[in-house]
């Protein structure tokens, strides 16, 4: 399944200015790659739950032996068929992400950034 998500690309989409307007953005490289790991990790299985909750349970059995078979290709092409677009997803839940992780972080303020 990492294979299909990692094609969409949620960590560019999450990590761009993540830090900055964070204000991390000194932080240790290691600190950055980990926070930017968990995020990932979440953002694909919020896909997948996605994913899993538009198919009906005969679908899903088979989505998930797709997933299970070395070529990545072939769980992509299905859910092609099913018109579920990865890419989307991944985009909408990598925003939803960053925006729940900054009101978190502001206590739902705007996020101070200035233009460089």
Do not use: C, H, W
Request: no cysteine; aromatic share 6%.
């Amino acid at each position: 399944m990492d294979d299909v998500l990692a094609s969409a690309g949620p960590m560019s989409i999450f990590s761009d200015d993540i830090f900055k307007l964070l204000k991390l953005e000194d932080i240790a490289q290691e600190v950055k790659d980990k926070i930017i790991e968990n995020a990932v990790s979440s953002i694909q299985s919020r896909v997948l739950g996605r994913v899993m909750d538009s198919l009906d349970d005969p679908e899903r059995e088979e989505f998930m032996r797709l997933v299970a078979d070395p070529d990545p290709k072939k769980a992509e092409e299905y859910l092609k068929t099913k018109e579920i677009n990865i890419e989307q997803l991944t985009a909408q839940e990598a925003l939803y992400y960053k925006s729940e992780l900054l009101d978190l972080v502001t206590g739902g303020e705007p996020a101070d950034v200035k233009e460089e």
